[in-house]
């Protein structure tokens, strides 16, 4: 009887762990069906059931996968706040069950919250933090997904072999689930877009047709669906479907930012920079520095729950009695500190706790002097490094206005504020031989990194256009130029033109720039003068997007016409009442003051901009550049 018990008690607690492990199986491929749709409560219940079902089963790597996906999910299509407390929770749990796979789940999940925040190398180092760990304690876990999230830090940084390479190790890792090898195609597939040609098309289809087929196979698809759709549709010349799927995108950010795509291949560059714009204004919001900071802290506290785990596996090699005996010793001396602390008096203890108080305010008044100190010293070095920046900016565009040959009939002015100590606008001009050449260009955004990219870009104008090459191809090579390794998506608005002195006729190209204005000389004595905006071809700006080819054009003849050039921050200078000085008064000014000299001009249309800001902050560097050929 008692042996029959046994065997029925056998058969149940089997049966229980094969219901237990069915569960697990069950819940695990509903999770990931789930995880890249937008049913969070769907989601949440399935991954809540799995952490509990995995508890009950002491399975501890689901239950950490399960936790990991929770956090990754949140952060990435809920709150990124809460996507952070959730992973700090789950490294906080491991910590205290002593957990190694905690550890490594959490230092992975944390590793593609940077990769989504754009912390590149903080992201990749802490991959490879997560792979070393993972070889060392798990070697027999699969290193897919690590190898996934490497491999999109490298599509970011547009790194196409290092792309593959990490793909086809996902692939090739044991024991590698379905999702991580439609992902793995899935990267493969982006890593052969970007044009139109026709090798990478082919190879690009070929993994799409891979790709397919493990979708077949999985049953859905993935969170790079969307986006692989797109690129498929794009690559094929389907522009219509491209559109239709860029709408659609789950994040807004990838909306706009494959809008922008669809665009340029069809050509329409306004529209294009119109949705790249908004694009890069989401991205920097959601990439906040609190959300960085945070993201960065609990990369520390992760490093430091590793070294705990390492520091306590190398403990539990320690002898016994050694550690007994330490364990004598502590006892002895927390007994002694006992005693000693019994016998003080509650008089001793009040004098011994306002000594106390009293150090430690002195010690807080002491570093807040050192760190004013600092503050301070740190404050007037940065000020003296930007006013020698400020110098240095200022000296390479040209400041002479008075040296042209007196037959070359050459009238020229210009201008530049920058908006804070340095800035991104920019100006040049030269004349080679029987020709003027001249740009003024606006690069995105202000300060110290504007003004790197305006340093490397009127260098670039002046090599190029010294080689005597029109306006069009000048500005196709500074695009190739400036293109390559701009992660930072900052573009390069600018207006280039060649003036041939003996014939008037002016060769131009225009980069997304504010179009120039152009006045004639009035019909009468007493009519107005006649000035309007030159109408031009929409190229792209500079900097933005590879591969484009820029339209050149002309005007027959600019001799005895006054040709004023500038940036938006005349247009889009801004009062009190935030409202802007506009193309409207611009021309008004034109209308109404004849012209004198380039000079003149150039000072006037300031002192009208300066009157109408008044005591607003500049909202943007100014630029102006007036000239007349006689």
């Not at 905690?102 to 754009?118: D, H, K, R």
């Not at 390069?492 to 131009?508: K, P, Q, W």
Request: glycine share 4%; hydrophobic share 40%.
């Amino acid at each position: 009887m008692i042996y029959f018990l046994l065997a029925m008690l056998s058969l149940t607690a089997k049966a229980q762990k094969a219901s237990d492990a069915a569960d697990i199986e069950r819940l695990t491929k509903e999770m990931y069906r789930l995880y890249p749709t937008d049913s969070v409560e769907k989601f949440m219940d399935v991954t809540d059931q799995l952490k509990t079902a995995a508890l009950k089963a002491a399975d501890e790597r689901v239950f950490y996968k399960a936790w990991a996906n929770q956090s990754l999910y949140f952060f990435n299509k809920v709150s990124r706040d809460k996507g952070l407390e959730k992973v700090k929770e789950m490294r906080e749990y491991a910590e205290k069950h002593d957990s190694k796979f905690g550890v490594f789940s959490s230092s992975y999940a944390n590793a593609g919250m940077l990769s989504t925040l754009q912390m590149k190398e903080q992201a990749m180092a802490a991959f490879q933090e997560a792979l070393d760990y993972q070889h060392t304690f798990f070697p027999d876990e699969s290193a897919a997904a690590i190898y996934l999230g490497m491999a999109k830090i490298y599509v970011n940084q547009k790194k196409v072999e290092k792309v593959r390479e990490c793909a086809r190790k996902a692939l090739a890792e044991p024991g590698v689930i379905m999702q991580h090898q439609l992902s793995a195609w899935s990267y493969l597939c982006i890593s052969y877009t970007g044009n139109d040609n026709e090798k990478l098309k082919e190879e690009f289809n070929r993994c799409y047709a891979e790709r397919e087929k493990v979708k077949a196979a999985f049953g859905h698809d993935d969170d790079f669906g969307q986006v692989v759709g797109f690129e498929y549709a794009l690559m094929n010349g389907h522009y219509d479907d491209a559109l239709q799927l860029a709408q659609n995108m789950h994040l807004i950010t990838d909306k706009y930012k494959r809008l922008a795509q669809v665009y340029l291949r069809m050509g329409n560059y306004r529209k294009a920079l119109e949705n790249q714009s908004i694009f890069h204004d989401l991205r920097d919001s959601l990439n906040s520095e609190e959300v960085k900071r945070e993201t960065s802290e609990l990369s520390v506290a992760l490093e430091a729950a590793r070294a705990k785990m390492e520091a306590q596996e190398q403990r539990e090699r320690t002898h016994h009695i050694m550690m007994f005996m330490v364990g004598i010793m502590a006892l002895i001396i927390i007994a002694a500190l006992a005693f000693i602390l019994h016998r003080r008096n509650k008089h001793s203890k009040e004098i011994e706790a306002a000594y106390e108080k009293l150090e430690t305010a002195h010690e807080k008044l002491e570093d807040a002097y050192s760190r004013l100190e600092e503050t301070t010293a740190a404050k007037e070095r940065i000020e003296s490094e930007l006013r020698i920046a400020r110098e240095i900016q200022m000296g390479m565009v040209p400041r002479v206005f008075s040296n042209f040959p007196a037959e070359a009939g050459i009238d020229l002015y210009a201008l530049m504020n920058p908006a804070k100590e340095v800035g991104g606008d920019l100006y040049d001009f030269f004349l080679q031989g029987n020709k003027l050449y001249l740009c003024v260009g606006d690069v995105s955004g202000k300060g110290v990194p504007a003004s790197m990219t305006m340093a490397v870009a009127v260098n670039l104008f002046r090599n190029v256009a010294k080689e005597g090459f029109p306006p069009e191809y000048i500005a196709t090579r500074l695009n190739e130029t400036l293109v390559g390794g701009n992660e930072s998506g900052m573009f390069v608005t600018m207006f280039i033109a060649e003036i041939d002195l003996t014939t008037g006729r002016m060769n131009y190209c225009n980069a997304g720039h504010n179009p120039p204005i152009i006045i004639d000389r009035p019909l009468a004595p007493h009519e107005p003068c006649r000035p309007a905006f030159i109408e031009m071809e929409s190229n792209a700006p500079l900097g933005l997007w590879p591969d484009l080819e820029y339209i050149g054009e002309s005007l027959e003849n600019v001799r005895r016409r006054t040709l004023f050039l500038y940036t938006d921050g005349i247009t889009e200078a801004e009062n009190y009442s935030h409202e802007q000085f506009g193309d409207e008064r611009v021309l008004d000014f034109f209308k109404k003051r004849p012209y004198d000299s380039a000079k003149q001009t150039v000072d006037l249309m300031n002192a009208a901009v300066t009157a109408f800001v008044g005591d607003a902050e500049p909202s943007d560097d100014l630029t102006m550049l007036c000239f007349r050929i006689s």
